[in-house]
Each structure stands twice: as C-alpha cells, then as structure tokens.
C-alpha cells in the first residue's frame, strides 16, 4: 500500500509520515514507521469509482440480518438485500458485536499528528497519547 501510493500525485495522500512518538507521563519514545496520512474522504471516493453508481449515499444502517445466501440491511430508506456487506462504520461496534464479530471493545489510543502545521508540531510525526487509568 505505502509504496502504491507514496505519491503525493494522488488527491487523497496528505503526508507520509516517518517518525510516531508515544508520551505516557513523562516517558517518551520515539518509533521509526513509514506510514501515509489520507484524507479518508478522497480516498473512499477513490475507492469507490469503479461502483459509484451503486453506492447509496445518505443511507444509514439500521440493523442487519443473515440469511441463508444473502444479507437484509435494513437502512432510512427501507430494506437492501446483499450477497456481500461491508462494515465500514468506525468506532461503533453495536453491529460487528450483533453478528458476533468481536466480543469486547478494543481498547483504543489517541493519536494525532500527520497534517498538522500549527503550535510546533511536526507534521512527519505522528503523536500517541497514554494516560494512566484512561481509554483513549
């Protein structure tokens, strides 16, 4: 994926950043990882040319059912049937949990940096933020 698109000729690449340092308290360390910042908005309309006239735009998932050879998504606008669903939902895991996908929250991290040119931070770096006794 990094070395497809490193390029900055590409409308949805922000940044490649190279440095992640992780503050807990007062430690800390810094790791050497290429990764790229996307703009997550231009990459999804990217990925999504071949089909984007089979995209439902504006169409919230309401609850899903499996069925034998297909899968009903029920959205705001009304009821879709699907051989293949992908769960692209975020931080929300109420549906991945429903289907039994996943058990347990996963814990999860603050993290920032990448694009950012403001107040000294340096945009090649990536910032992680532990806290004791705190979920990101």
Known sequence: F???FKHKEYSFVK????SHEIIYGKLKRT????FLALNREKFEQFLAGPIRKRIKLSTNC???NVKKDYAEI???KGTIKA???ILANGANYQLQ???GLMKN???LVVGYGGIYKINGIDEDKFYYFFEKNKKG
């Open 83 to 85: 051989k293949i669903v």
């Open 2 to 4: 990094l070395q497809f």
């Open 97 to 99: 949990k429903k289907l």
């Open 62 to 64: 309401r609850d899903i």
């Open 31 to 34: 790791v050497k990882v290429n």
């Open 105 to 107: 929250d996963p814990d």
């Open 15 to 18: 940044n490649t950043v190279s």
């Open 74 to 76: 029920k959205t705001n």
